[in-house]
């Protein structure tokens, strides 16, 4: 299994001089299987370049599974630019939890609706599918076993754990911490009080991350803030490094992958991040990367068999 990121940013594009080395696409991660299958978890804007990349190969066409972990703009704004979109003998099913009252369908529609997009999802060329996701209820997408686990972000998200191979992997985004504030149906404009009652659900969102990360070879988490930063916005819904290595120490995890990098944080600033946790990674056994787009990382056993490397992105 191998981890390659198409789009490592947060919040919203940063293209430019200053973020030119880890990339200014927003999220998007594909992984592949040993026999050439894949899975796509999460359609930011760098799911374009991976419809490109698809596209000059040849390889656009046939079934692909997108794992979305929510539907704000940052995880969804590259689904109408990517190429199997577009092409006829292409089938994208979508998985993704679905809000209180509106069909999935629905929602992933209003991506591509005739006011943001020329080419609206029904015009589009490939066929699409719909599967809602159910925090603790197992799928299968392609040839990988999916575990998906509710986060604390605003409005829902989920995470999943991917098992394939003989090797397993994470992705935790986005997700605050779950000590401090618990995000509902609404947007927190800074802390407010909890009852017995909310953290009891902190506690038991914490729970159910740990338990589905226990023991994988890479968890890609949401690293978004310094603690500095994090101190200021605490009630957007992202978390920091500190709070990722201190819930995956001890809980068997090899790798912990740094990702859905703050806009405003350039190459240099990344850099010096890249830098600090490593250091701290290595105190608690525990290899710390930081994300770049292009990277493309082995994962498990097959980490034995080839180094990370960066892919042509086009």
């Known amino acids: 299994m191998q981890a390659i990121f198409w789009g490592v940013r947060g919040s919203y594009p940063t293209p430019g001089p200053e973020t030119v080395r880890y990339g200014g696409n927003t999220s998007c991660v ?3 299987s040993r026999s050439g299958e894949r899975i796509v978890i999460d359609a930011g804007t760098g799911l374009a370049r ?13 079934r692909f599974d997108l794992l979305l972990s929510h539907m704000h703009w940052d995880h969804v704004q590259g689904l109408p630019f990517f190429a199997p979109c577009h092409q006829g003998k292409a089938q994208l099913a979508i998985h993704a939890l679905r809000p209180d009252v509106v069909k999935l369908r629905d929602i992933v529609r209003g991506v591509a609706r005739h006011e943001f997009f020329p080419v609206a999802l029904d015009d589009m060329a490939a066929s699409f599918e719909f599967h809602e996701v159910h925090p603790g209820r197992r799928f299968r997408a392609s040839a990988f076993a999916i575990r998906p686990f509710r986060l604390n972000h605003p409005f829902g998200a989920v995470g999943y754990r991917i098992d394939g191979d003989n090797s397993s992997c994470a992705y935790v985004c986005d997700t605050a911490p779950f000590n401090l504030l618990l995000h509902k149906k609404h947007f927190l404009k800074g802390p407010e009080p909890l009852s017995t009652t909310d953290r009891r659900q902190l506690q038991n969102l914490r729970a159910s991350l740990v338990q589905a990360v226990q023991g994988c070879d890479t968890v890609i988490y949401d690293t978004h803030y310094t603690q500095d930063e994090y101190a200021r916005f605490p009630h957007y819904g992202h978390s920091t490094p500190d709070h990722a290595l201190d819930l995956l120490h001890g809980q068997g995890v090899r790798r912990l992958v740094l990702f859905h990098h703050a806009p405003n944080h350039t190459d240099a600033m990344m850099d010096e991040i890249d830098a600090q946790y490593r250091h701290k990674g290595e105190q608690l056994g525990i290899e710390v990367v930081t994300a770049r787009e292009g990277l493309a990382l082995p994962i498990g ?4 068999s080839g180094p990370m490397h960066l892919v042509a992105v086009p």
């Open 50 to 62: 991976l419809g490109e990349w698809l596209a000059q190969r040849q390889l656009d066409t046939g």
């Open 301 to 304: 056993n097959a980490a034995s």
């Open 30 to 32: 594909e992984i592949a």
